[in-house]
């Protein structure tokens, strides 16, 4: 059976903002129009995501390269599906009612006696449900709301072998996936931590530590005693083993809270202690009730005071902290990781400046740290977690360390005993940062090869590559143009694509280590967007008439005429922390302004990520003038656009995007006609110290710097129409920059549109509350722009 016809599938994917990826067919018949109601109000309409029936949760086996999904269906639920994926035919399919009926048996025998489970289907028979657009439809039990009475079935992955642990209420068991059995379990005594979030099994599968009030404790899994590793926690600011928002945020990409580590050998935890007594307390207030009540989070602004850090080593059996002791200070310790022997503990510092990064080599036995790599640069270093260590005989002591040294950002390998760094990867494209940090990177030791993505194609694709540690050769595995985001098993021999482009809206593939097609395990066409019209934006380049090129994408409204005027509606982002141009689907709402007449314009100009530092350097203590002046040549760019109506232009933006909305119709007013900024940062003194100051340096250091940054300052010089939204509870961008804001327009008799969406944070989450955000913007710019 052809798995490729079988898995055409649809599905309604939120990316940032929750704006979802579309594009057209060709010569395809005029059909619905994508509004606002079919992004928000879809289970009112009995509208089906569109990507409702993609494989969803993959996740490959601690040992090998098996595979583990989630296929939804409309009737029986999440299937289970376990895949080898040499041969994938043979992939075996469980039902959550096969699962629980084995379970259930098996928890009757209760002598660790294993009970037969054979698969309900095998994986090319299963047919996949294709979903319903077109209104009126019973819903998939996939988008159902769990009954809490009738859990489903929960599965995952065992630490360290290849087994499927399965649950359903109280009752648990392990599943040999290959063989068709499940053994009953006793029920884990697991403790959830304070944040849900930092539960971790040790090494040896005997022990999980967690947190709770502050200190880190220890529970055996097989009698449920626990005991507390630390007891200085809750007391006085202290916090052991939990990052504070402001890492959490800035240093670890939100990806996770636990600040501590086990060693391999499950004798030993390092972990961050901090002491936030000293941080300024912001208060957040939930007024739903007669009532409110306000939670104070510790939030250190820029100029202010930090979190102190030090890092502990604690023995499980001694329940003694070894303090490490580093050569010198620093205002930032960050990224633990352990040598695969545990014999070692690496640590980087930084200082409050962030252009000096030193990289520490620490013995556990008595916490002294041997300085063995820096990194420093005029402007600012980042950060990318911790080294990869080179764990195998070719390459003792030995990892890799990712660095923009030489503008970019690289591997070198680097050899702590002689200090040897030799270049792994080179040339005027990116390493992706963040594919390093969330531990996609790769080493297969028995290829001598690491495995990672990168942007050798340009800074509007990411791509997934092998280079050999052998002879520094290096091949891209992935072909097609677009955005390759890649989920590789353990040992590098196979790599899961899920892939996207400007006219491929999603395909989920499985690959070998180089790059040979195994099989798709999924897929959404264009075709599967009917009865609704979708159309491809296009991407240009933009030259400055000084060598640089510059980013950028139009999209036409529905039913085009050259002959016609248009307005237009431009999206920013503008800042490091993220880029709105790439070969990937036009967003839903990019769609709605469309088909509401709107010409829809995104940019990147200087200061953006994918390009290396010499485009990101220019915005050093002034993240204002370089990125106006680009603004102002891309306006430039349009009046030459005959079917533009450059009298009507209107720029809207998220968070920094809000930033730099404000900052274009403030600091170059008359540019735009109307400018709407949600969740903006509208004095750069109120965001917090590590983004900030990374760009700007401390206040007290660089007034002007500040002052020209931050849209506050320029607020009795706006013309135009100006639309702000908040959420008052947001707990990134605080809401004091929406009132700090009004307060000058109003001082300075200036009109505005406010917005604010009470209990609601930087997100403004929720369908309703979504429907109305964008039902507002709408009107707005139809109201300002006349389309």
Not at 114 to 125: A, F, G, I, Q, R
Not at 550 to 557: E, G, N, R, T, W
Not at 754 to 779: A, C, F, M, T, V
Request: glycine share 8%.
């Amino acid at each position: 059976m052809n798995i490729e016809k079988l898995m055409r599938c649809r599905i309604f994917s939120l990316v940032q903002f929750s704006i979802v990826h579309l594009a057209l067919i060709p010569g395809q018949v005029e059909g619905k129009d994508i509004d606002l109601e079919y992004i928000h109000q879809k289970k009112e309409l009995g509208i089906d995501p569109v990507y409702a029936f993609l494989p969803a949760g993959a996740t490959w086996s601690p040992e090998g390269h098996e595979i583990l999904f989630r296929q939804p269906t409309r009737d029986t639920g999440e299937l289970l599906v376990w895949m080898h994926p040499g041969t994938p035919e043979t992939g075996r399919v469980w039902t959550p009612e096969a699962l629980q009926k084995t379970l259930l048996a098996a928890a009757a025998v209760k002598r660790g006696e294993s009970v037969d489970c054979p698969p309900t289907h095998m994986w090319d028979e299963v047919v996949v449900d294709k979903p319903d657009l077109s209104g009126g439809n019973k819903r998939s039990k996939s988008d159902d709301t769990e009954d809490p009475a009738n859990p489903r079935v929960s599965i995952r992955w065992h630490e360290s072998k290849n087994l499927i642990r399965v649950q359903w209420k109280k009752d648990q068991g392990w599943l040999e996936p290959g063989a068709g059995r499940l053994t009953w379990a006793e029920p884990e005594k697991f403790v959830k931590s304070d944040r849900g979030e930092n539960d971790s099994v040790s090494p040896n599968g005997s022990y999980l530590a967690y947190t709770r009030a502050g200190d880190i404790w220890v529970s055996d899994l097989a009698s449920g005693a626990e005991v507390p590793l630390t007891r200085d926690g809750g007391r006085d600011g202290i916090i052991n083993g939990v990052f504070p928002w402001v890492y959490w945020e800035e240093l670890m990409w939100r990806s996770t809270y636990q600040a501590f580590e086990w060693s391999p050998l499950s004798q030993r935890i390092a972990y961050f202690q901090f002491d936030e007594s000293a941080i300024d307390k912001y208060p957040i207030t939930d007024f739903s009730s007669a009532a409110p009540k306000t939670m104070f989070m510790s939030y250190p602004k820029a100029g202010h005071r930090n979190p102190s850090v030090r890092v502990g080593i604690v023995g499980l059996s001694s329940r003694e902290t070894q303090w490490v002791d580093l050569p010198q200070l620093h205002e930032y310790l960050i990224h633990l990781v352990w040598a695969p022997d545990g014999k070692a503990l690496y640590l980087q510092g930084l200082n409050r400046a962030q252009n000096h990064l030193c990289l520490y080599r620490i013995d556990p036995v008595d916490g002294r740290g041997e300085l063995i790599l820096e990194e420093r640069a005029s402007t600012w270093v980042d950060t990318f977690r911790m080294p990869l260590i080179l764990d195998g005989p070719l390459h003792p002591g030995e990892f890799l360390w990712l660095s923009e040294r030489t503008g970019f950002s690289h591997f070198f390998k680097v050899n702590p005993e002689n200090g040897q760094q030799v270049p792994v990867t080179q040339g005027e494209w990116e390493v992706s940062r963040r594919g390093f940090s969330n531990k996609s990177v790769i080493y297969n030791a028995h290829q001598d090869q690491v495995f990672f993505s990168g942007r050798d194609q340009g800074p509007l694709e990411k791509h997934y590559y092998k280079a050999s540690l052998t002879d520094y050769s290096l091949q891209r595995l992935t072909h097609e143009a677009g955005n390759h985001n890649v989920s590789p098993s353990h040992d590098g021999e196979y790599f899961l694509d899920t892939w996207s482009s400007i006219d491929v809206p999603r395909r989920m593939v499985l690959f070998d280590r180089d790059g040979r097609h195994v099989t798709t395990l999924g897929e959404v066409s264009q075709a599967d967007f009917a009865p609704y019209e979708v159309r491809v934006p296009e991407l240009v380049e933009i030259s400055n008439g000084d060598g640089l090129v510059f980013h950028a994408s139009i999209l036409k409204p529905g039913n085009f005429d050259s002959t016609r005027k248009y307005p237009l509606v431009a999206y920013v982002y503008g800042e490091p922390a993220g880029q709105v141009v790439s070969h990937s689907f036009v967003s839903d709402w990019d769609m709605v302004l469309s088909n509401h007449g709107f010409v829809v314009f995104r940019f990147d100009g200087r200061g953006t990520p994918g390009r290396g530092r010499p485009w990101l350097d220019p915005i050093h203590r002034d993240q204002m003038t370089v990125p106006m002046q680009d603004w102002t040549m891309a306006v430039e760019y349009l009046k030459k656009i005959d079917y533009i109506d450059t009298t009507r232009l209107g720029v809207w933006g998220w968070s920094g995007g809000g930033t730099m909305t404000l900052n274009l119709m403030l600091r170059t007013p008359g540019l735009f006609r109307a400018g709407a900024a949600v969740a903006a940062v509208t004095d750069k003194a109120l965001y917090d110290t590590i983004y900030t100051e990374r760009y700007l340096g401390l206040p007290a250091d660089n007034p002007d710097g500040y002052r020209l940054s931050s849209p506050l300052s320029a607020a009795a010089d706006l013309q135009g129409a100006l639309l702000v939204a908040h959420g008052i509870s947001d707990d990134n961008v605080h809401i004091q920059n929406a009132y700090n804001l009004v307060t000058a327009l109003n001082e300075a008799n200036k009109p505005y549109e406010l917005y604010l969406y009470p209990q609601q944070d930087h997100g403004i989450g929720g369908d309703k509350n979504r429907y109305h955000l964008y039902s507002r913007l709408l009107e707005f710019f139809t109201l300002h722009l006349n389309p």
